[in-house]
């Protein structure tokens, strides 16, 4: 089956500041990344999404980049600011079988 | 419109107890899916439905089975609890698998 490997697990960075997280998956069929943000004891809601037809995305502060090669995405977040705090997950998505796998997670602190 | 809800919020169970967790959605999705949530291991898929009265397994279905009887609805049931099923259940619902999952608030579960 799929899987995800996220890095790094915690990354601290100072407001305004960049922050890049990482992906990898093993299943060539996946073809669709989605991220997710969640907030300490909030549900998990997506920030970004990228099709394996795509190589790049941006929507204001935020980009994700997909390698299909390589096999691996990362996710950028610029200008980092304290509300940006928060647990960052990534996923792979095989849509043809509907099934998702998860990253471990990132715990982002964004220092004022 | 309530998105995605689940019934109960916390319980906790004595080992060898059943119980059944609700998932209800009014965004006439057509997937949706049960993850467990554990410290540091992000959210593993446990089980998924791409339709009413379609389920299919995820990474981690040992212990649990499912039901998707209406389109709106989708339960999890634990027949005989154990310790390894403390967690925090999270279910989610999309209206395709290249779309935004819509997660729930969360259940919190411990068996003891």
């Known amino acids: 089956g799929e899987n995800v490997e996220q890095h790094p697990s915690t990354l601290s960075v100072q407001e305004g500041d960049s922050a890049v997280i990482k992906c990898t998956y093993s299943?060539?069929?996946?073809?669709?990344f989605p991220w997710y943000k969640q907030e300490l004891g909030k549900r998990p809601q997506l920030i970004i999404d990228?099709?394996?037809?795509?190589g790049e995305k941006k929507d204001q502060r935020i980009a994700v980049t997909l390698n299909k090669t390589a096999k691996h995405f990362s996710l950028h977040i610029t200008e980092t600011q304290p509300e940006d705090s928060a647990v960052y997950f990534c996923?792979?998505?095989?849509?043809?079988?509907?099934?998702?796998?998860f990253g471990d997670g990132t715990t982002l602190t964004v220092k004022p | 419109n309530a998105g995605v809800t689940q019934t109960p919020k916390f319980r906790v169970l004595k080992t060898g107890q059943s119980m059944t967790l609700l998932c209800a959605q009014d965004?006439?999705?057509?997937?949706m899916y049960w993850y467990r949530q554990d410290p540091g291991m992000g959210l593993r898929l446990i089980h998924y439905?791409?339709?009413?009265?379609?389920?299919a397994k995820g990474e981690v279905p040992d212990g649990y089975n499912v039901s998707r009887l209406k389109k709106q609805n989708f339960l999890l049931g634990l027949e005989s609890a154990a310790p390894s099923q403390t967690s925090v259940y999270f279910c989610?619902?999309?209206?395709?698998?290249?779309?935004?999952?819509?997660f729930g608030p969360g259940t919190r579960l411990t068996v003891t």
């Open positions: 965004m006439n999705h057509e997937y």
């Open positions: 299943d060539s069929a996946s073809n669709y």
């Open positions: 990228i099709r394996s037809n795509v």
């Open positions: 996923a792979a998505v095989y849509t043809n079988a509907g099934k998702s796998t």
């Open positions: 989610a619902s999309g209206r395709t698998s290249d779309y935004e999952q819509y």
């Open positions: 439905s791409v339709g009413e009265g379609t389920t």
